[in-house]
Each structure stands twice: as C-alpha cells, then as structure tokens.
T-cell receptor, first 115, second 109 residues
C-alpha cells in the first residue's frame, strides 16, 4: 500500500519565478491538505482540497494556489516566489469517510529553496 | 485567530514517563491531534481527541480538557527512538488544522 508521495524532492528557484509541486495521496484517501514548514517550526496550513475544490484556506496570500484532480492527486502552485517562501512543503492526505478527516498522513515533502 | 503553546524542549531518561503539554486558544474547536516528527522525516499521526478524557494507544496516551483548552501527550516506557519533535494541532473547523511550534524530546540513556 503506497503512502503519500510528493515530487520533486528538492527544488531551487529564483525570486520571481513560479513553482508547481505535486502530491499523490495514500490509497483510499480523497482529501489533500498542503502545509509549509519552516526550519524549526510546526507545519503551517495552506489549504485543503476535497472533490476538486478548495474547502478551507490558511493565512497565505493568493500567490499560493492549488488544484485537485479526479484521481485525488493535487498540485500546489506558488507564483512570484519570495526568499521567504523557502521551506519544506508537505502534503497530507486523509479519508473523508466516517469523519476521519483529522487522520492525516504526510508525504516526505518537497524542499524548496528560493535564491 | 488561533494560538497554541507547548514547551520547546523536554529531556527525559530511557524507561521514564514524560508528559508534553499543549494549551490552545481557538475560535472554533473540533479536536486536538498529536504528531511525531523525526529529524528529516515527515510528521506521523499519533492521536486525536474530540471529547474530554484520555485516549490510550500502546505506550502513548493523549488527554483533552475542552473547558481548560488544554491537552497533553503522555509517553511511557521511553525508548531512544522516541527522540523526536512532537506537535499538537488544533482543528478549529472541519477542514482546517493549526500546528504548534513543537516540543523537541531528547531521550537519554
């Protein structure tokens, strides 16, 4: 049973560029959430997708956008990159059934460095 | 808004019991989760409390008091592999989660 997978593992971008990160949820999961984790800090909630719609959003600007596909996989897009966007980006999937949306399984993350 | 407070670092001896506290302020409340994260690894789900009381899962237990906006994670029979960061996360709405800054647990032989 494959867990949550993310690609790429590492990424280096220049200020002002755009980036797309990808996530495949754990088998049987239909909900995907994205987080940003700075070094030494806890994950910060960006947004959650379910049924191809953004269901909830954290305190992130519109430069952060996402998409969920019919197979439940998801993308995170960040435009006009800033140095402060350098972080580990985590994807988490969860099952919607039986109100188990709280049971989040995290992928290994994508380490984004903005220079 | 939301805020969570947990100790930044805790040290304990192998075989001992340690308690990691978490206090929170939130505009809405569905539940409190706990996650473990080893250095360089992804967070791993440990437990979730929606109602007051103690939930036990093996060596780990989690407690919640909604009236006190307080919860804790209890780790028993500490092992070296328990050295990691532990995060509490509050669920202010069905689809939203806020994580604390984490508690680094150091287990010494």
């Amino acid at each position: 049973d494959a867990g949550v997978t993310q690609s790429p593992t590492h990424l280096i971008k220049t200020r002002g560029q755009q980036v797309t990160l990808r996530c495949s949820p754990k088998s049987g999961h239909d909900t995907v959430s994205w987080y940003q984790q700075a070094l030494g800090q806890g994950p910060q909630f960006i947004f959650q997708y379910y049924e191809e719609e953004e269901r909830q959003r954290g305190n992130f600007p519109d430069r952060f956008s996402g998409h969920q596909f019919p197979n439940y996989s998801s993308e995170l897009n960040v435009n006009a990159l800033l140095l402060g966007d350098s972080a580990l980006y985590l994807c988490a999937s969860s099952p919607r059934e039986m109100d188990r949306n709280y049971e989040q399984y995290f992928g290994p993350g994508t380490r984004l460095t903005v220079t | 808004g939301q805020s969570l407070e947990q100790p930044s670092e805790v040290t304990a001896v192998e075989g001992a019991i340690v308690q990691i506290n978490c206090t929170y302020q939130t505009s809405g409340f569905y539940g409190l989760s706990w996650y473990q994260q080893h250095d360089g690894g992804a967070p791993t789900f440990l437990s979730y409390n929606a109602l007051d009381g103690l939930e036990e899962t093996g060596r780990f237990s989690s407690f919640l008091s909604r009236s006190d906006s307080y919860g804790y994670l209890l780790l028993q029979e500490l092992q070296m592999k328990d050295s990691a960061s532990y995060f509490c996360a509050v669920r202010p709405s069905f689809n939203k989660f806020y994580f604390g800054s984490g508690t680094k647990l150091n287990v010494k032989p």
